[in-house]
């Protein structure tokens, strides 16, 4: 897939106040500081598309982008949105806006209609969390499709890496008949960037 364009559009409060869902979405969710904004700007190959930080809580709303692809150089266009969303797990936050994050969150992910997939990302430096495995067990009641998105993987050695994911899967293997797909990469050393675009692009078609 091609990017031809990407474009911020809003930043938005609650689902309600989101641009109208006239195209298909995918959103990025995980930890505070686990690398949203950074994948993003890597996919859309922008510096600063959308704001990154090093201190943890930088995105606090529902963050649309705009994108124009093609499935080759000269084929057509195709719109779709990429948002970024606001992490959970950070120890600073108080509980009342950890409750508010909790209910923008579900009511997103639930309240909207054109979200075709979640990518929720993973710090592959770390053994599973309880936060995330709490996280990605949600959704799996709500029946929300997702990938595991492993990231900075480049702080780490390959082999932690596939046995921080091999752990993550066997955590979910014992509740879960079918287990999600799982891609590793990198903002700063642009890993894993056509196959997540490629996975856009299937559903895009579908
Ligand atoms: P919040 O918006 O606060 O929830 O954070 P976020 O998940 O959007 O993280 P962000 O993209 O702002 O990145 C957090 C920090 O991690 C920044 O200092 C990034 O430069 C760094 N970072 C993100 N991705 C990578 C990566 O793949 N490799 C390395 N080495 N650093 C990364
Ligand atoms: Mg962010």
Redesign the pocket.
């Known amino acids: 897939m091609v990017i031809k364009n990407a474009s911020y559009v809003i930043s938005s409060p609650s689902w309600q106040k989101c641009p109208a869902p006239d195209r298909p979405e995918y959103a990025f969710i995980g930890r505070s500081n686990v690398g ?2 950074s994948l993003i700007n890597m996919l859309c190959q922008r510096q600063s598309l ?4 090093s201190t943890p809580g ?2 606090q709303m529902i963050n649309h982008f705009a994108i124009e692809s093609s499935k080759k150089e000269k084929a057509p266009k195709y719109s779709w949105y990429l948002v ?1 969303l ?2 959970y797990g950070y120890a600073k936050v108080a509980q009342k806006s950890r409750k508010a994050w909790s209910k923008m969150i579900e009511d997103y992910i639930s309240g909207r209609e054109n979200l075709m997939q979640l990518f929720v990302l993973i710090d592959g430096r770390h053994k599973p969390q309880a936060i995330d495995l709490e996280f990605v067990m949600a959704l799996g009641h709500w029946q929300i499709p997702f990938t595991l998105v492993y990231t900075k993987t480049d702080k780490e050695m390959p082999s932690v890496v596939e046995r921080n994911i091999g752990f993550f899967l066997e955590q979910l293997r014992s509740s879960w008949q079918f287990l999600p797909q799982v891609i590793i990469t990198s903002a700063t050393k642009k890993v894993g960037r056509e196959e997540i675009l490629e996975l856009i692009g299937n559903y895009n078609e579908k």
Request: hydrophobic share 10%; no cysteine; charged share 35%.
């Open positions: 949203k904004s959308a704001k990154t930080s930088k995105t970024d606001p992490g």
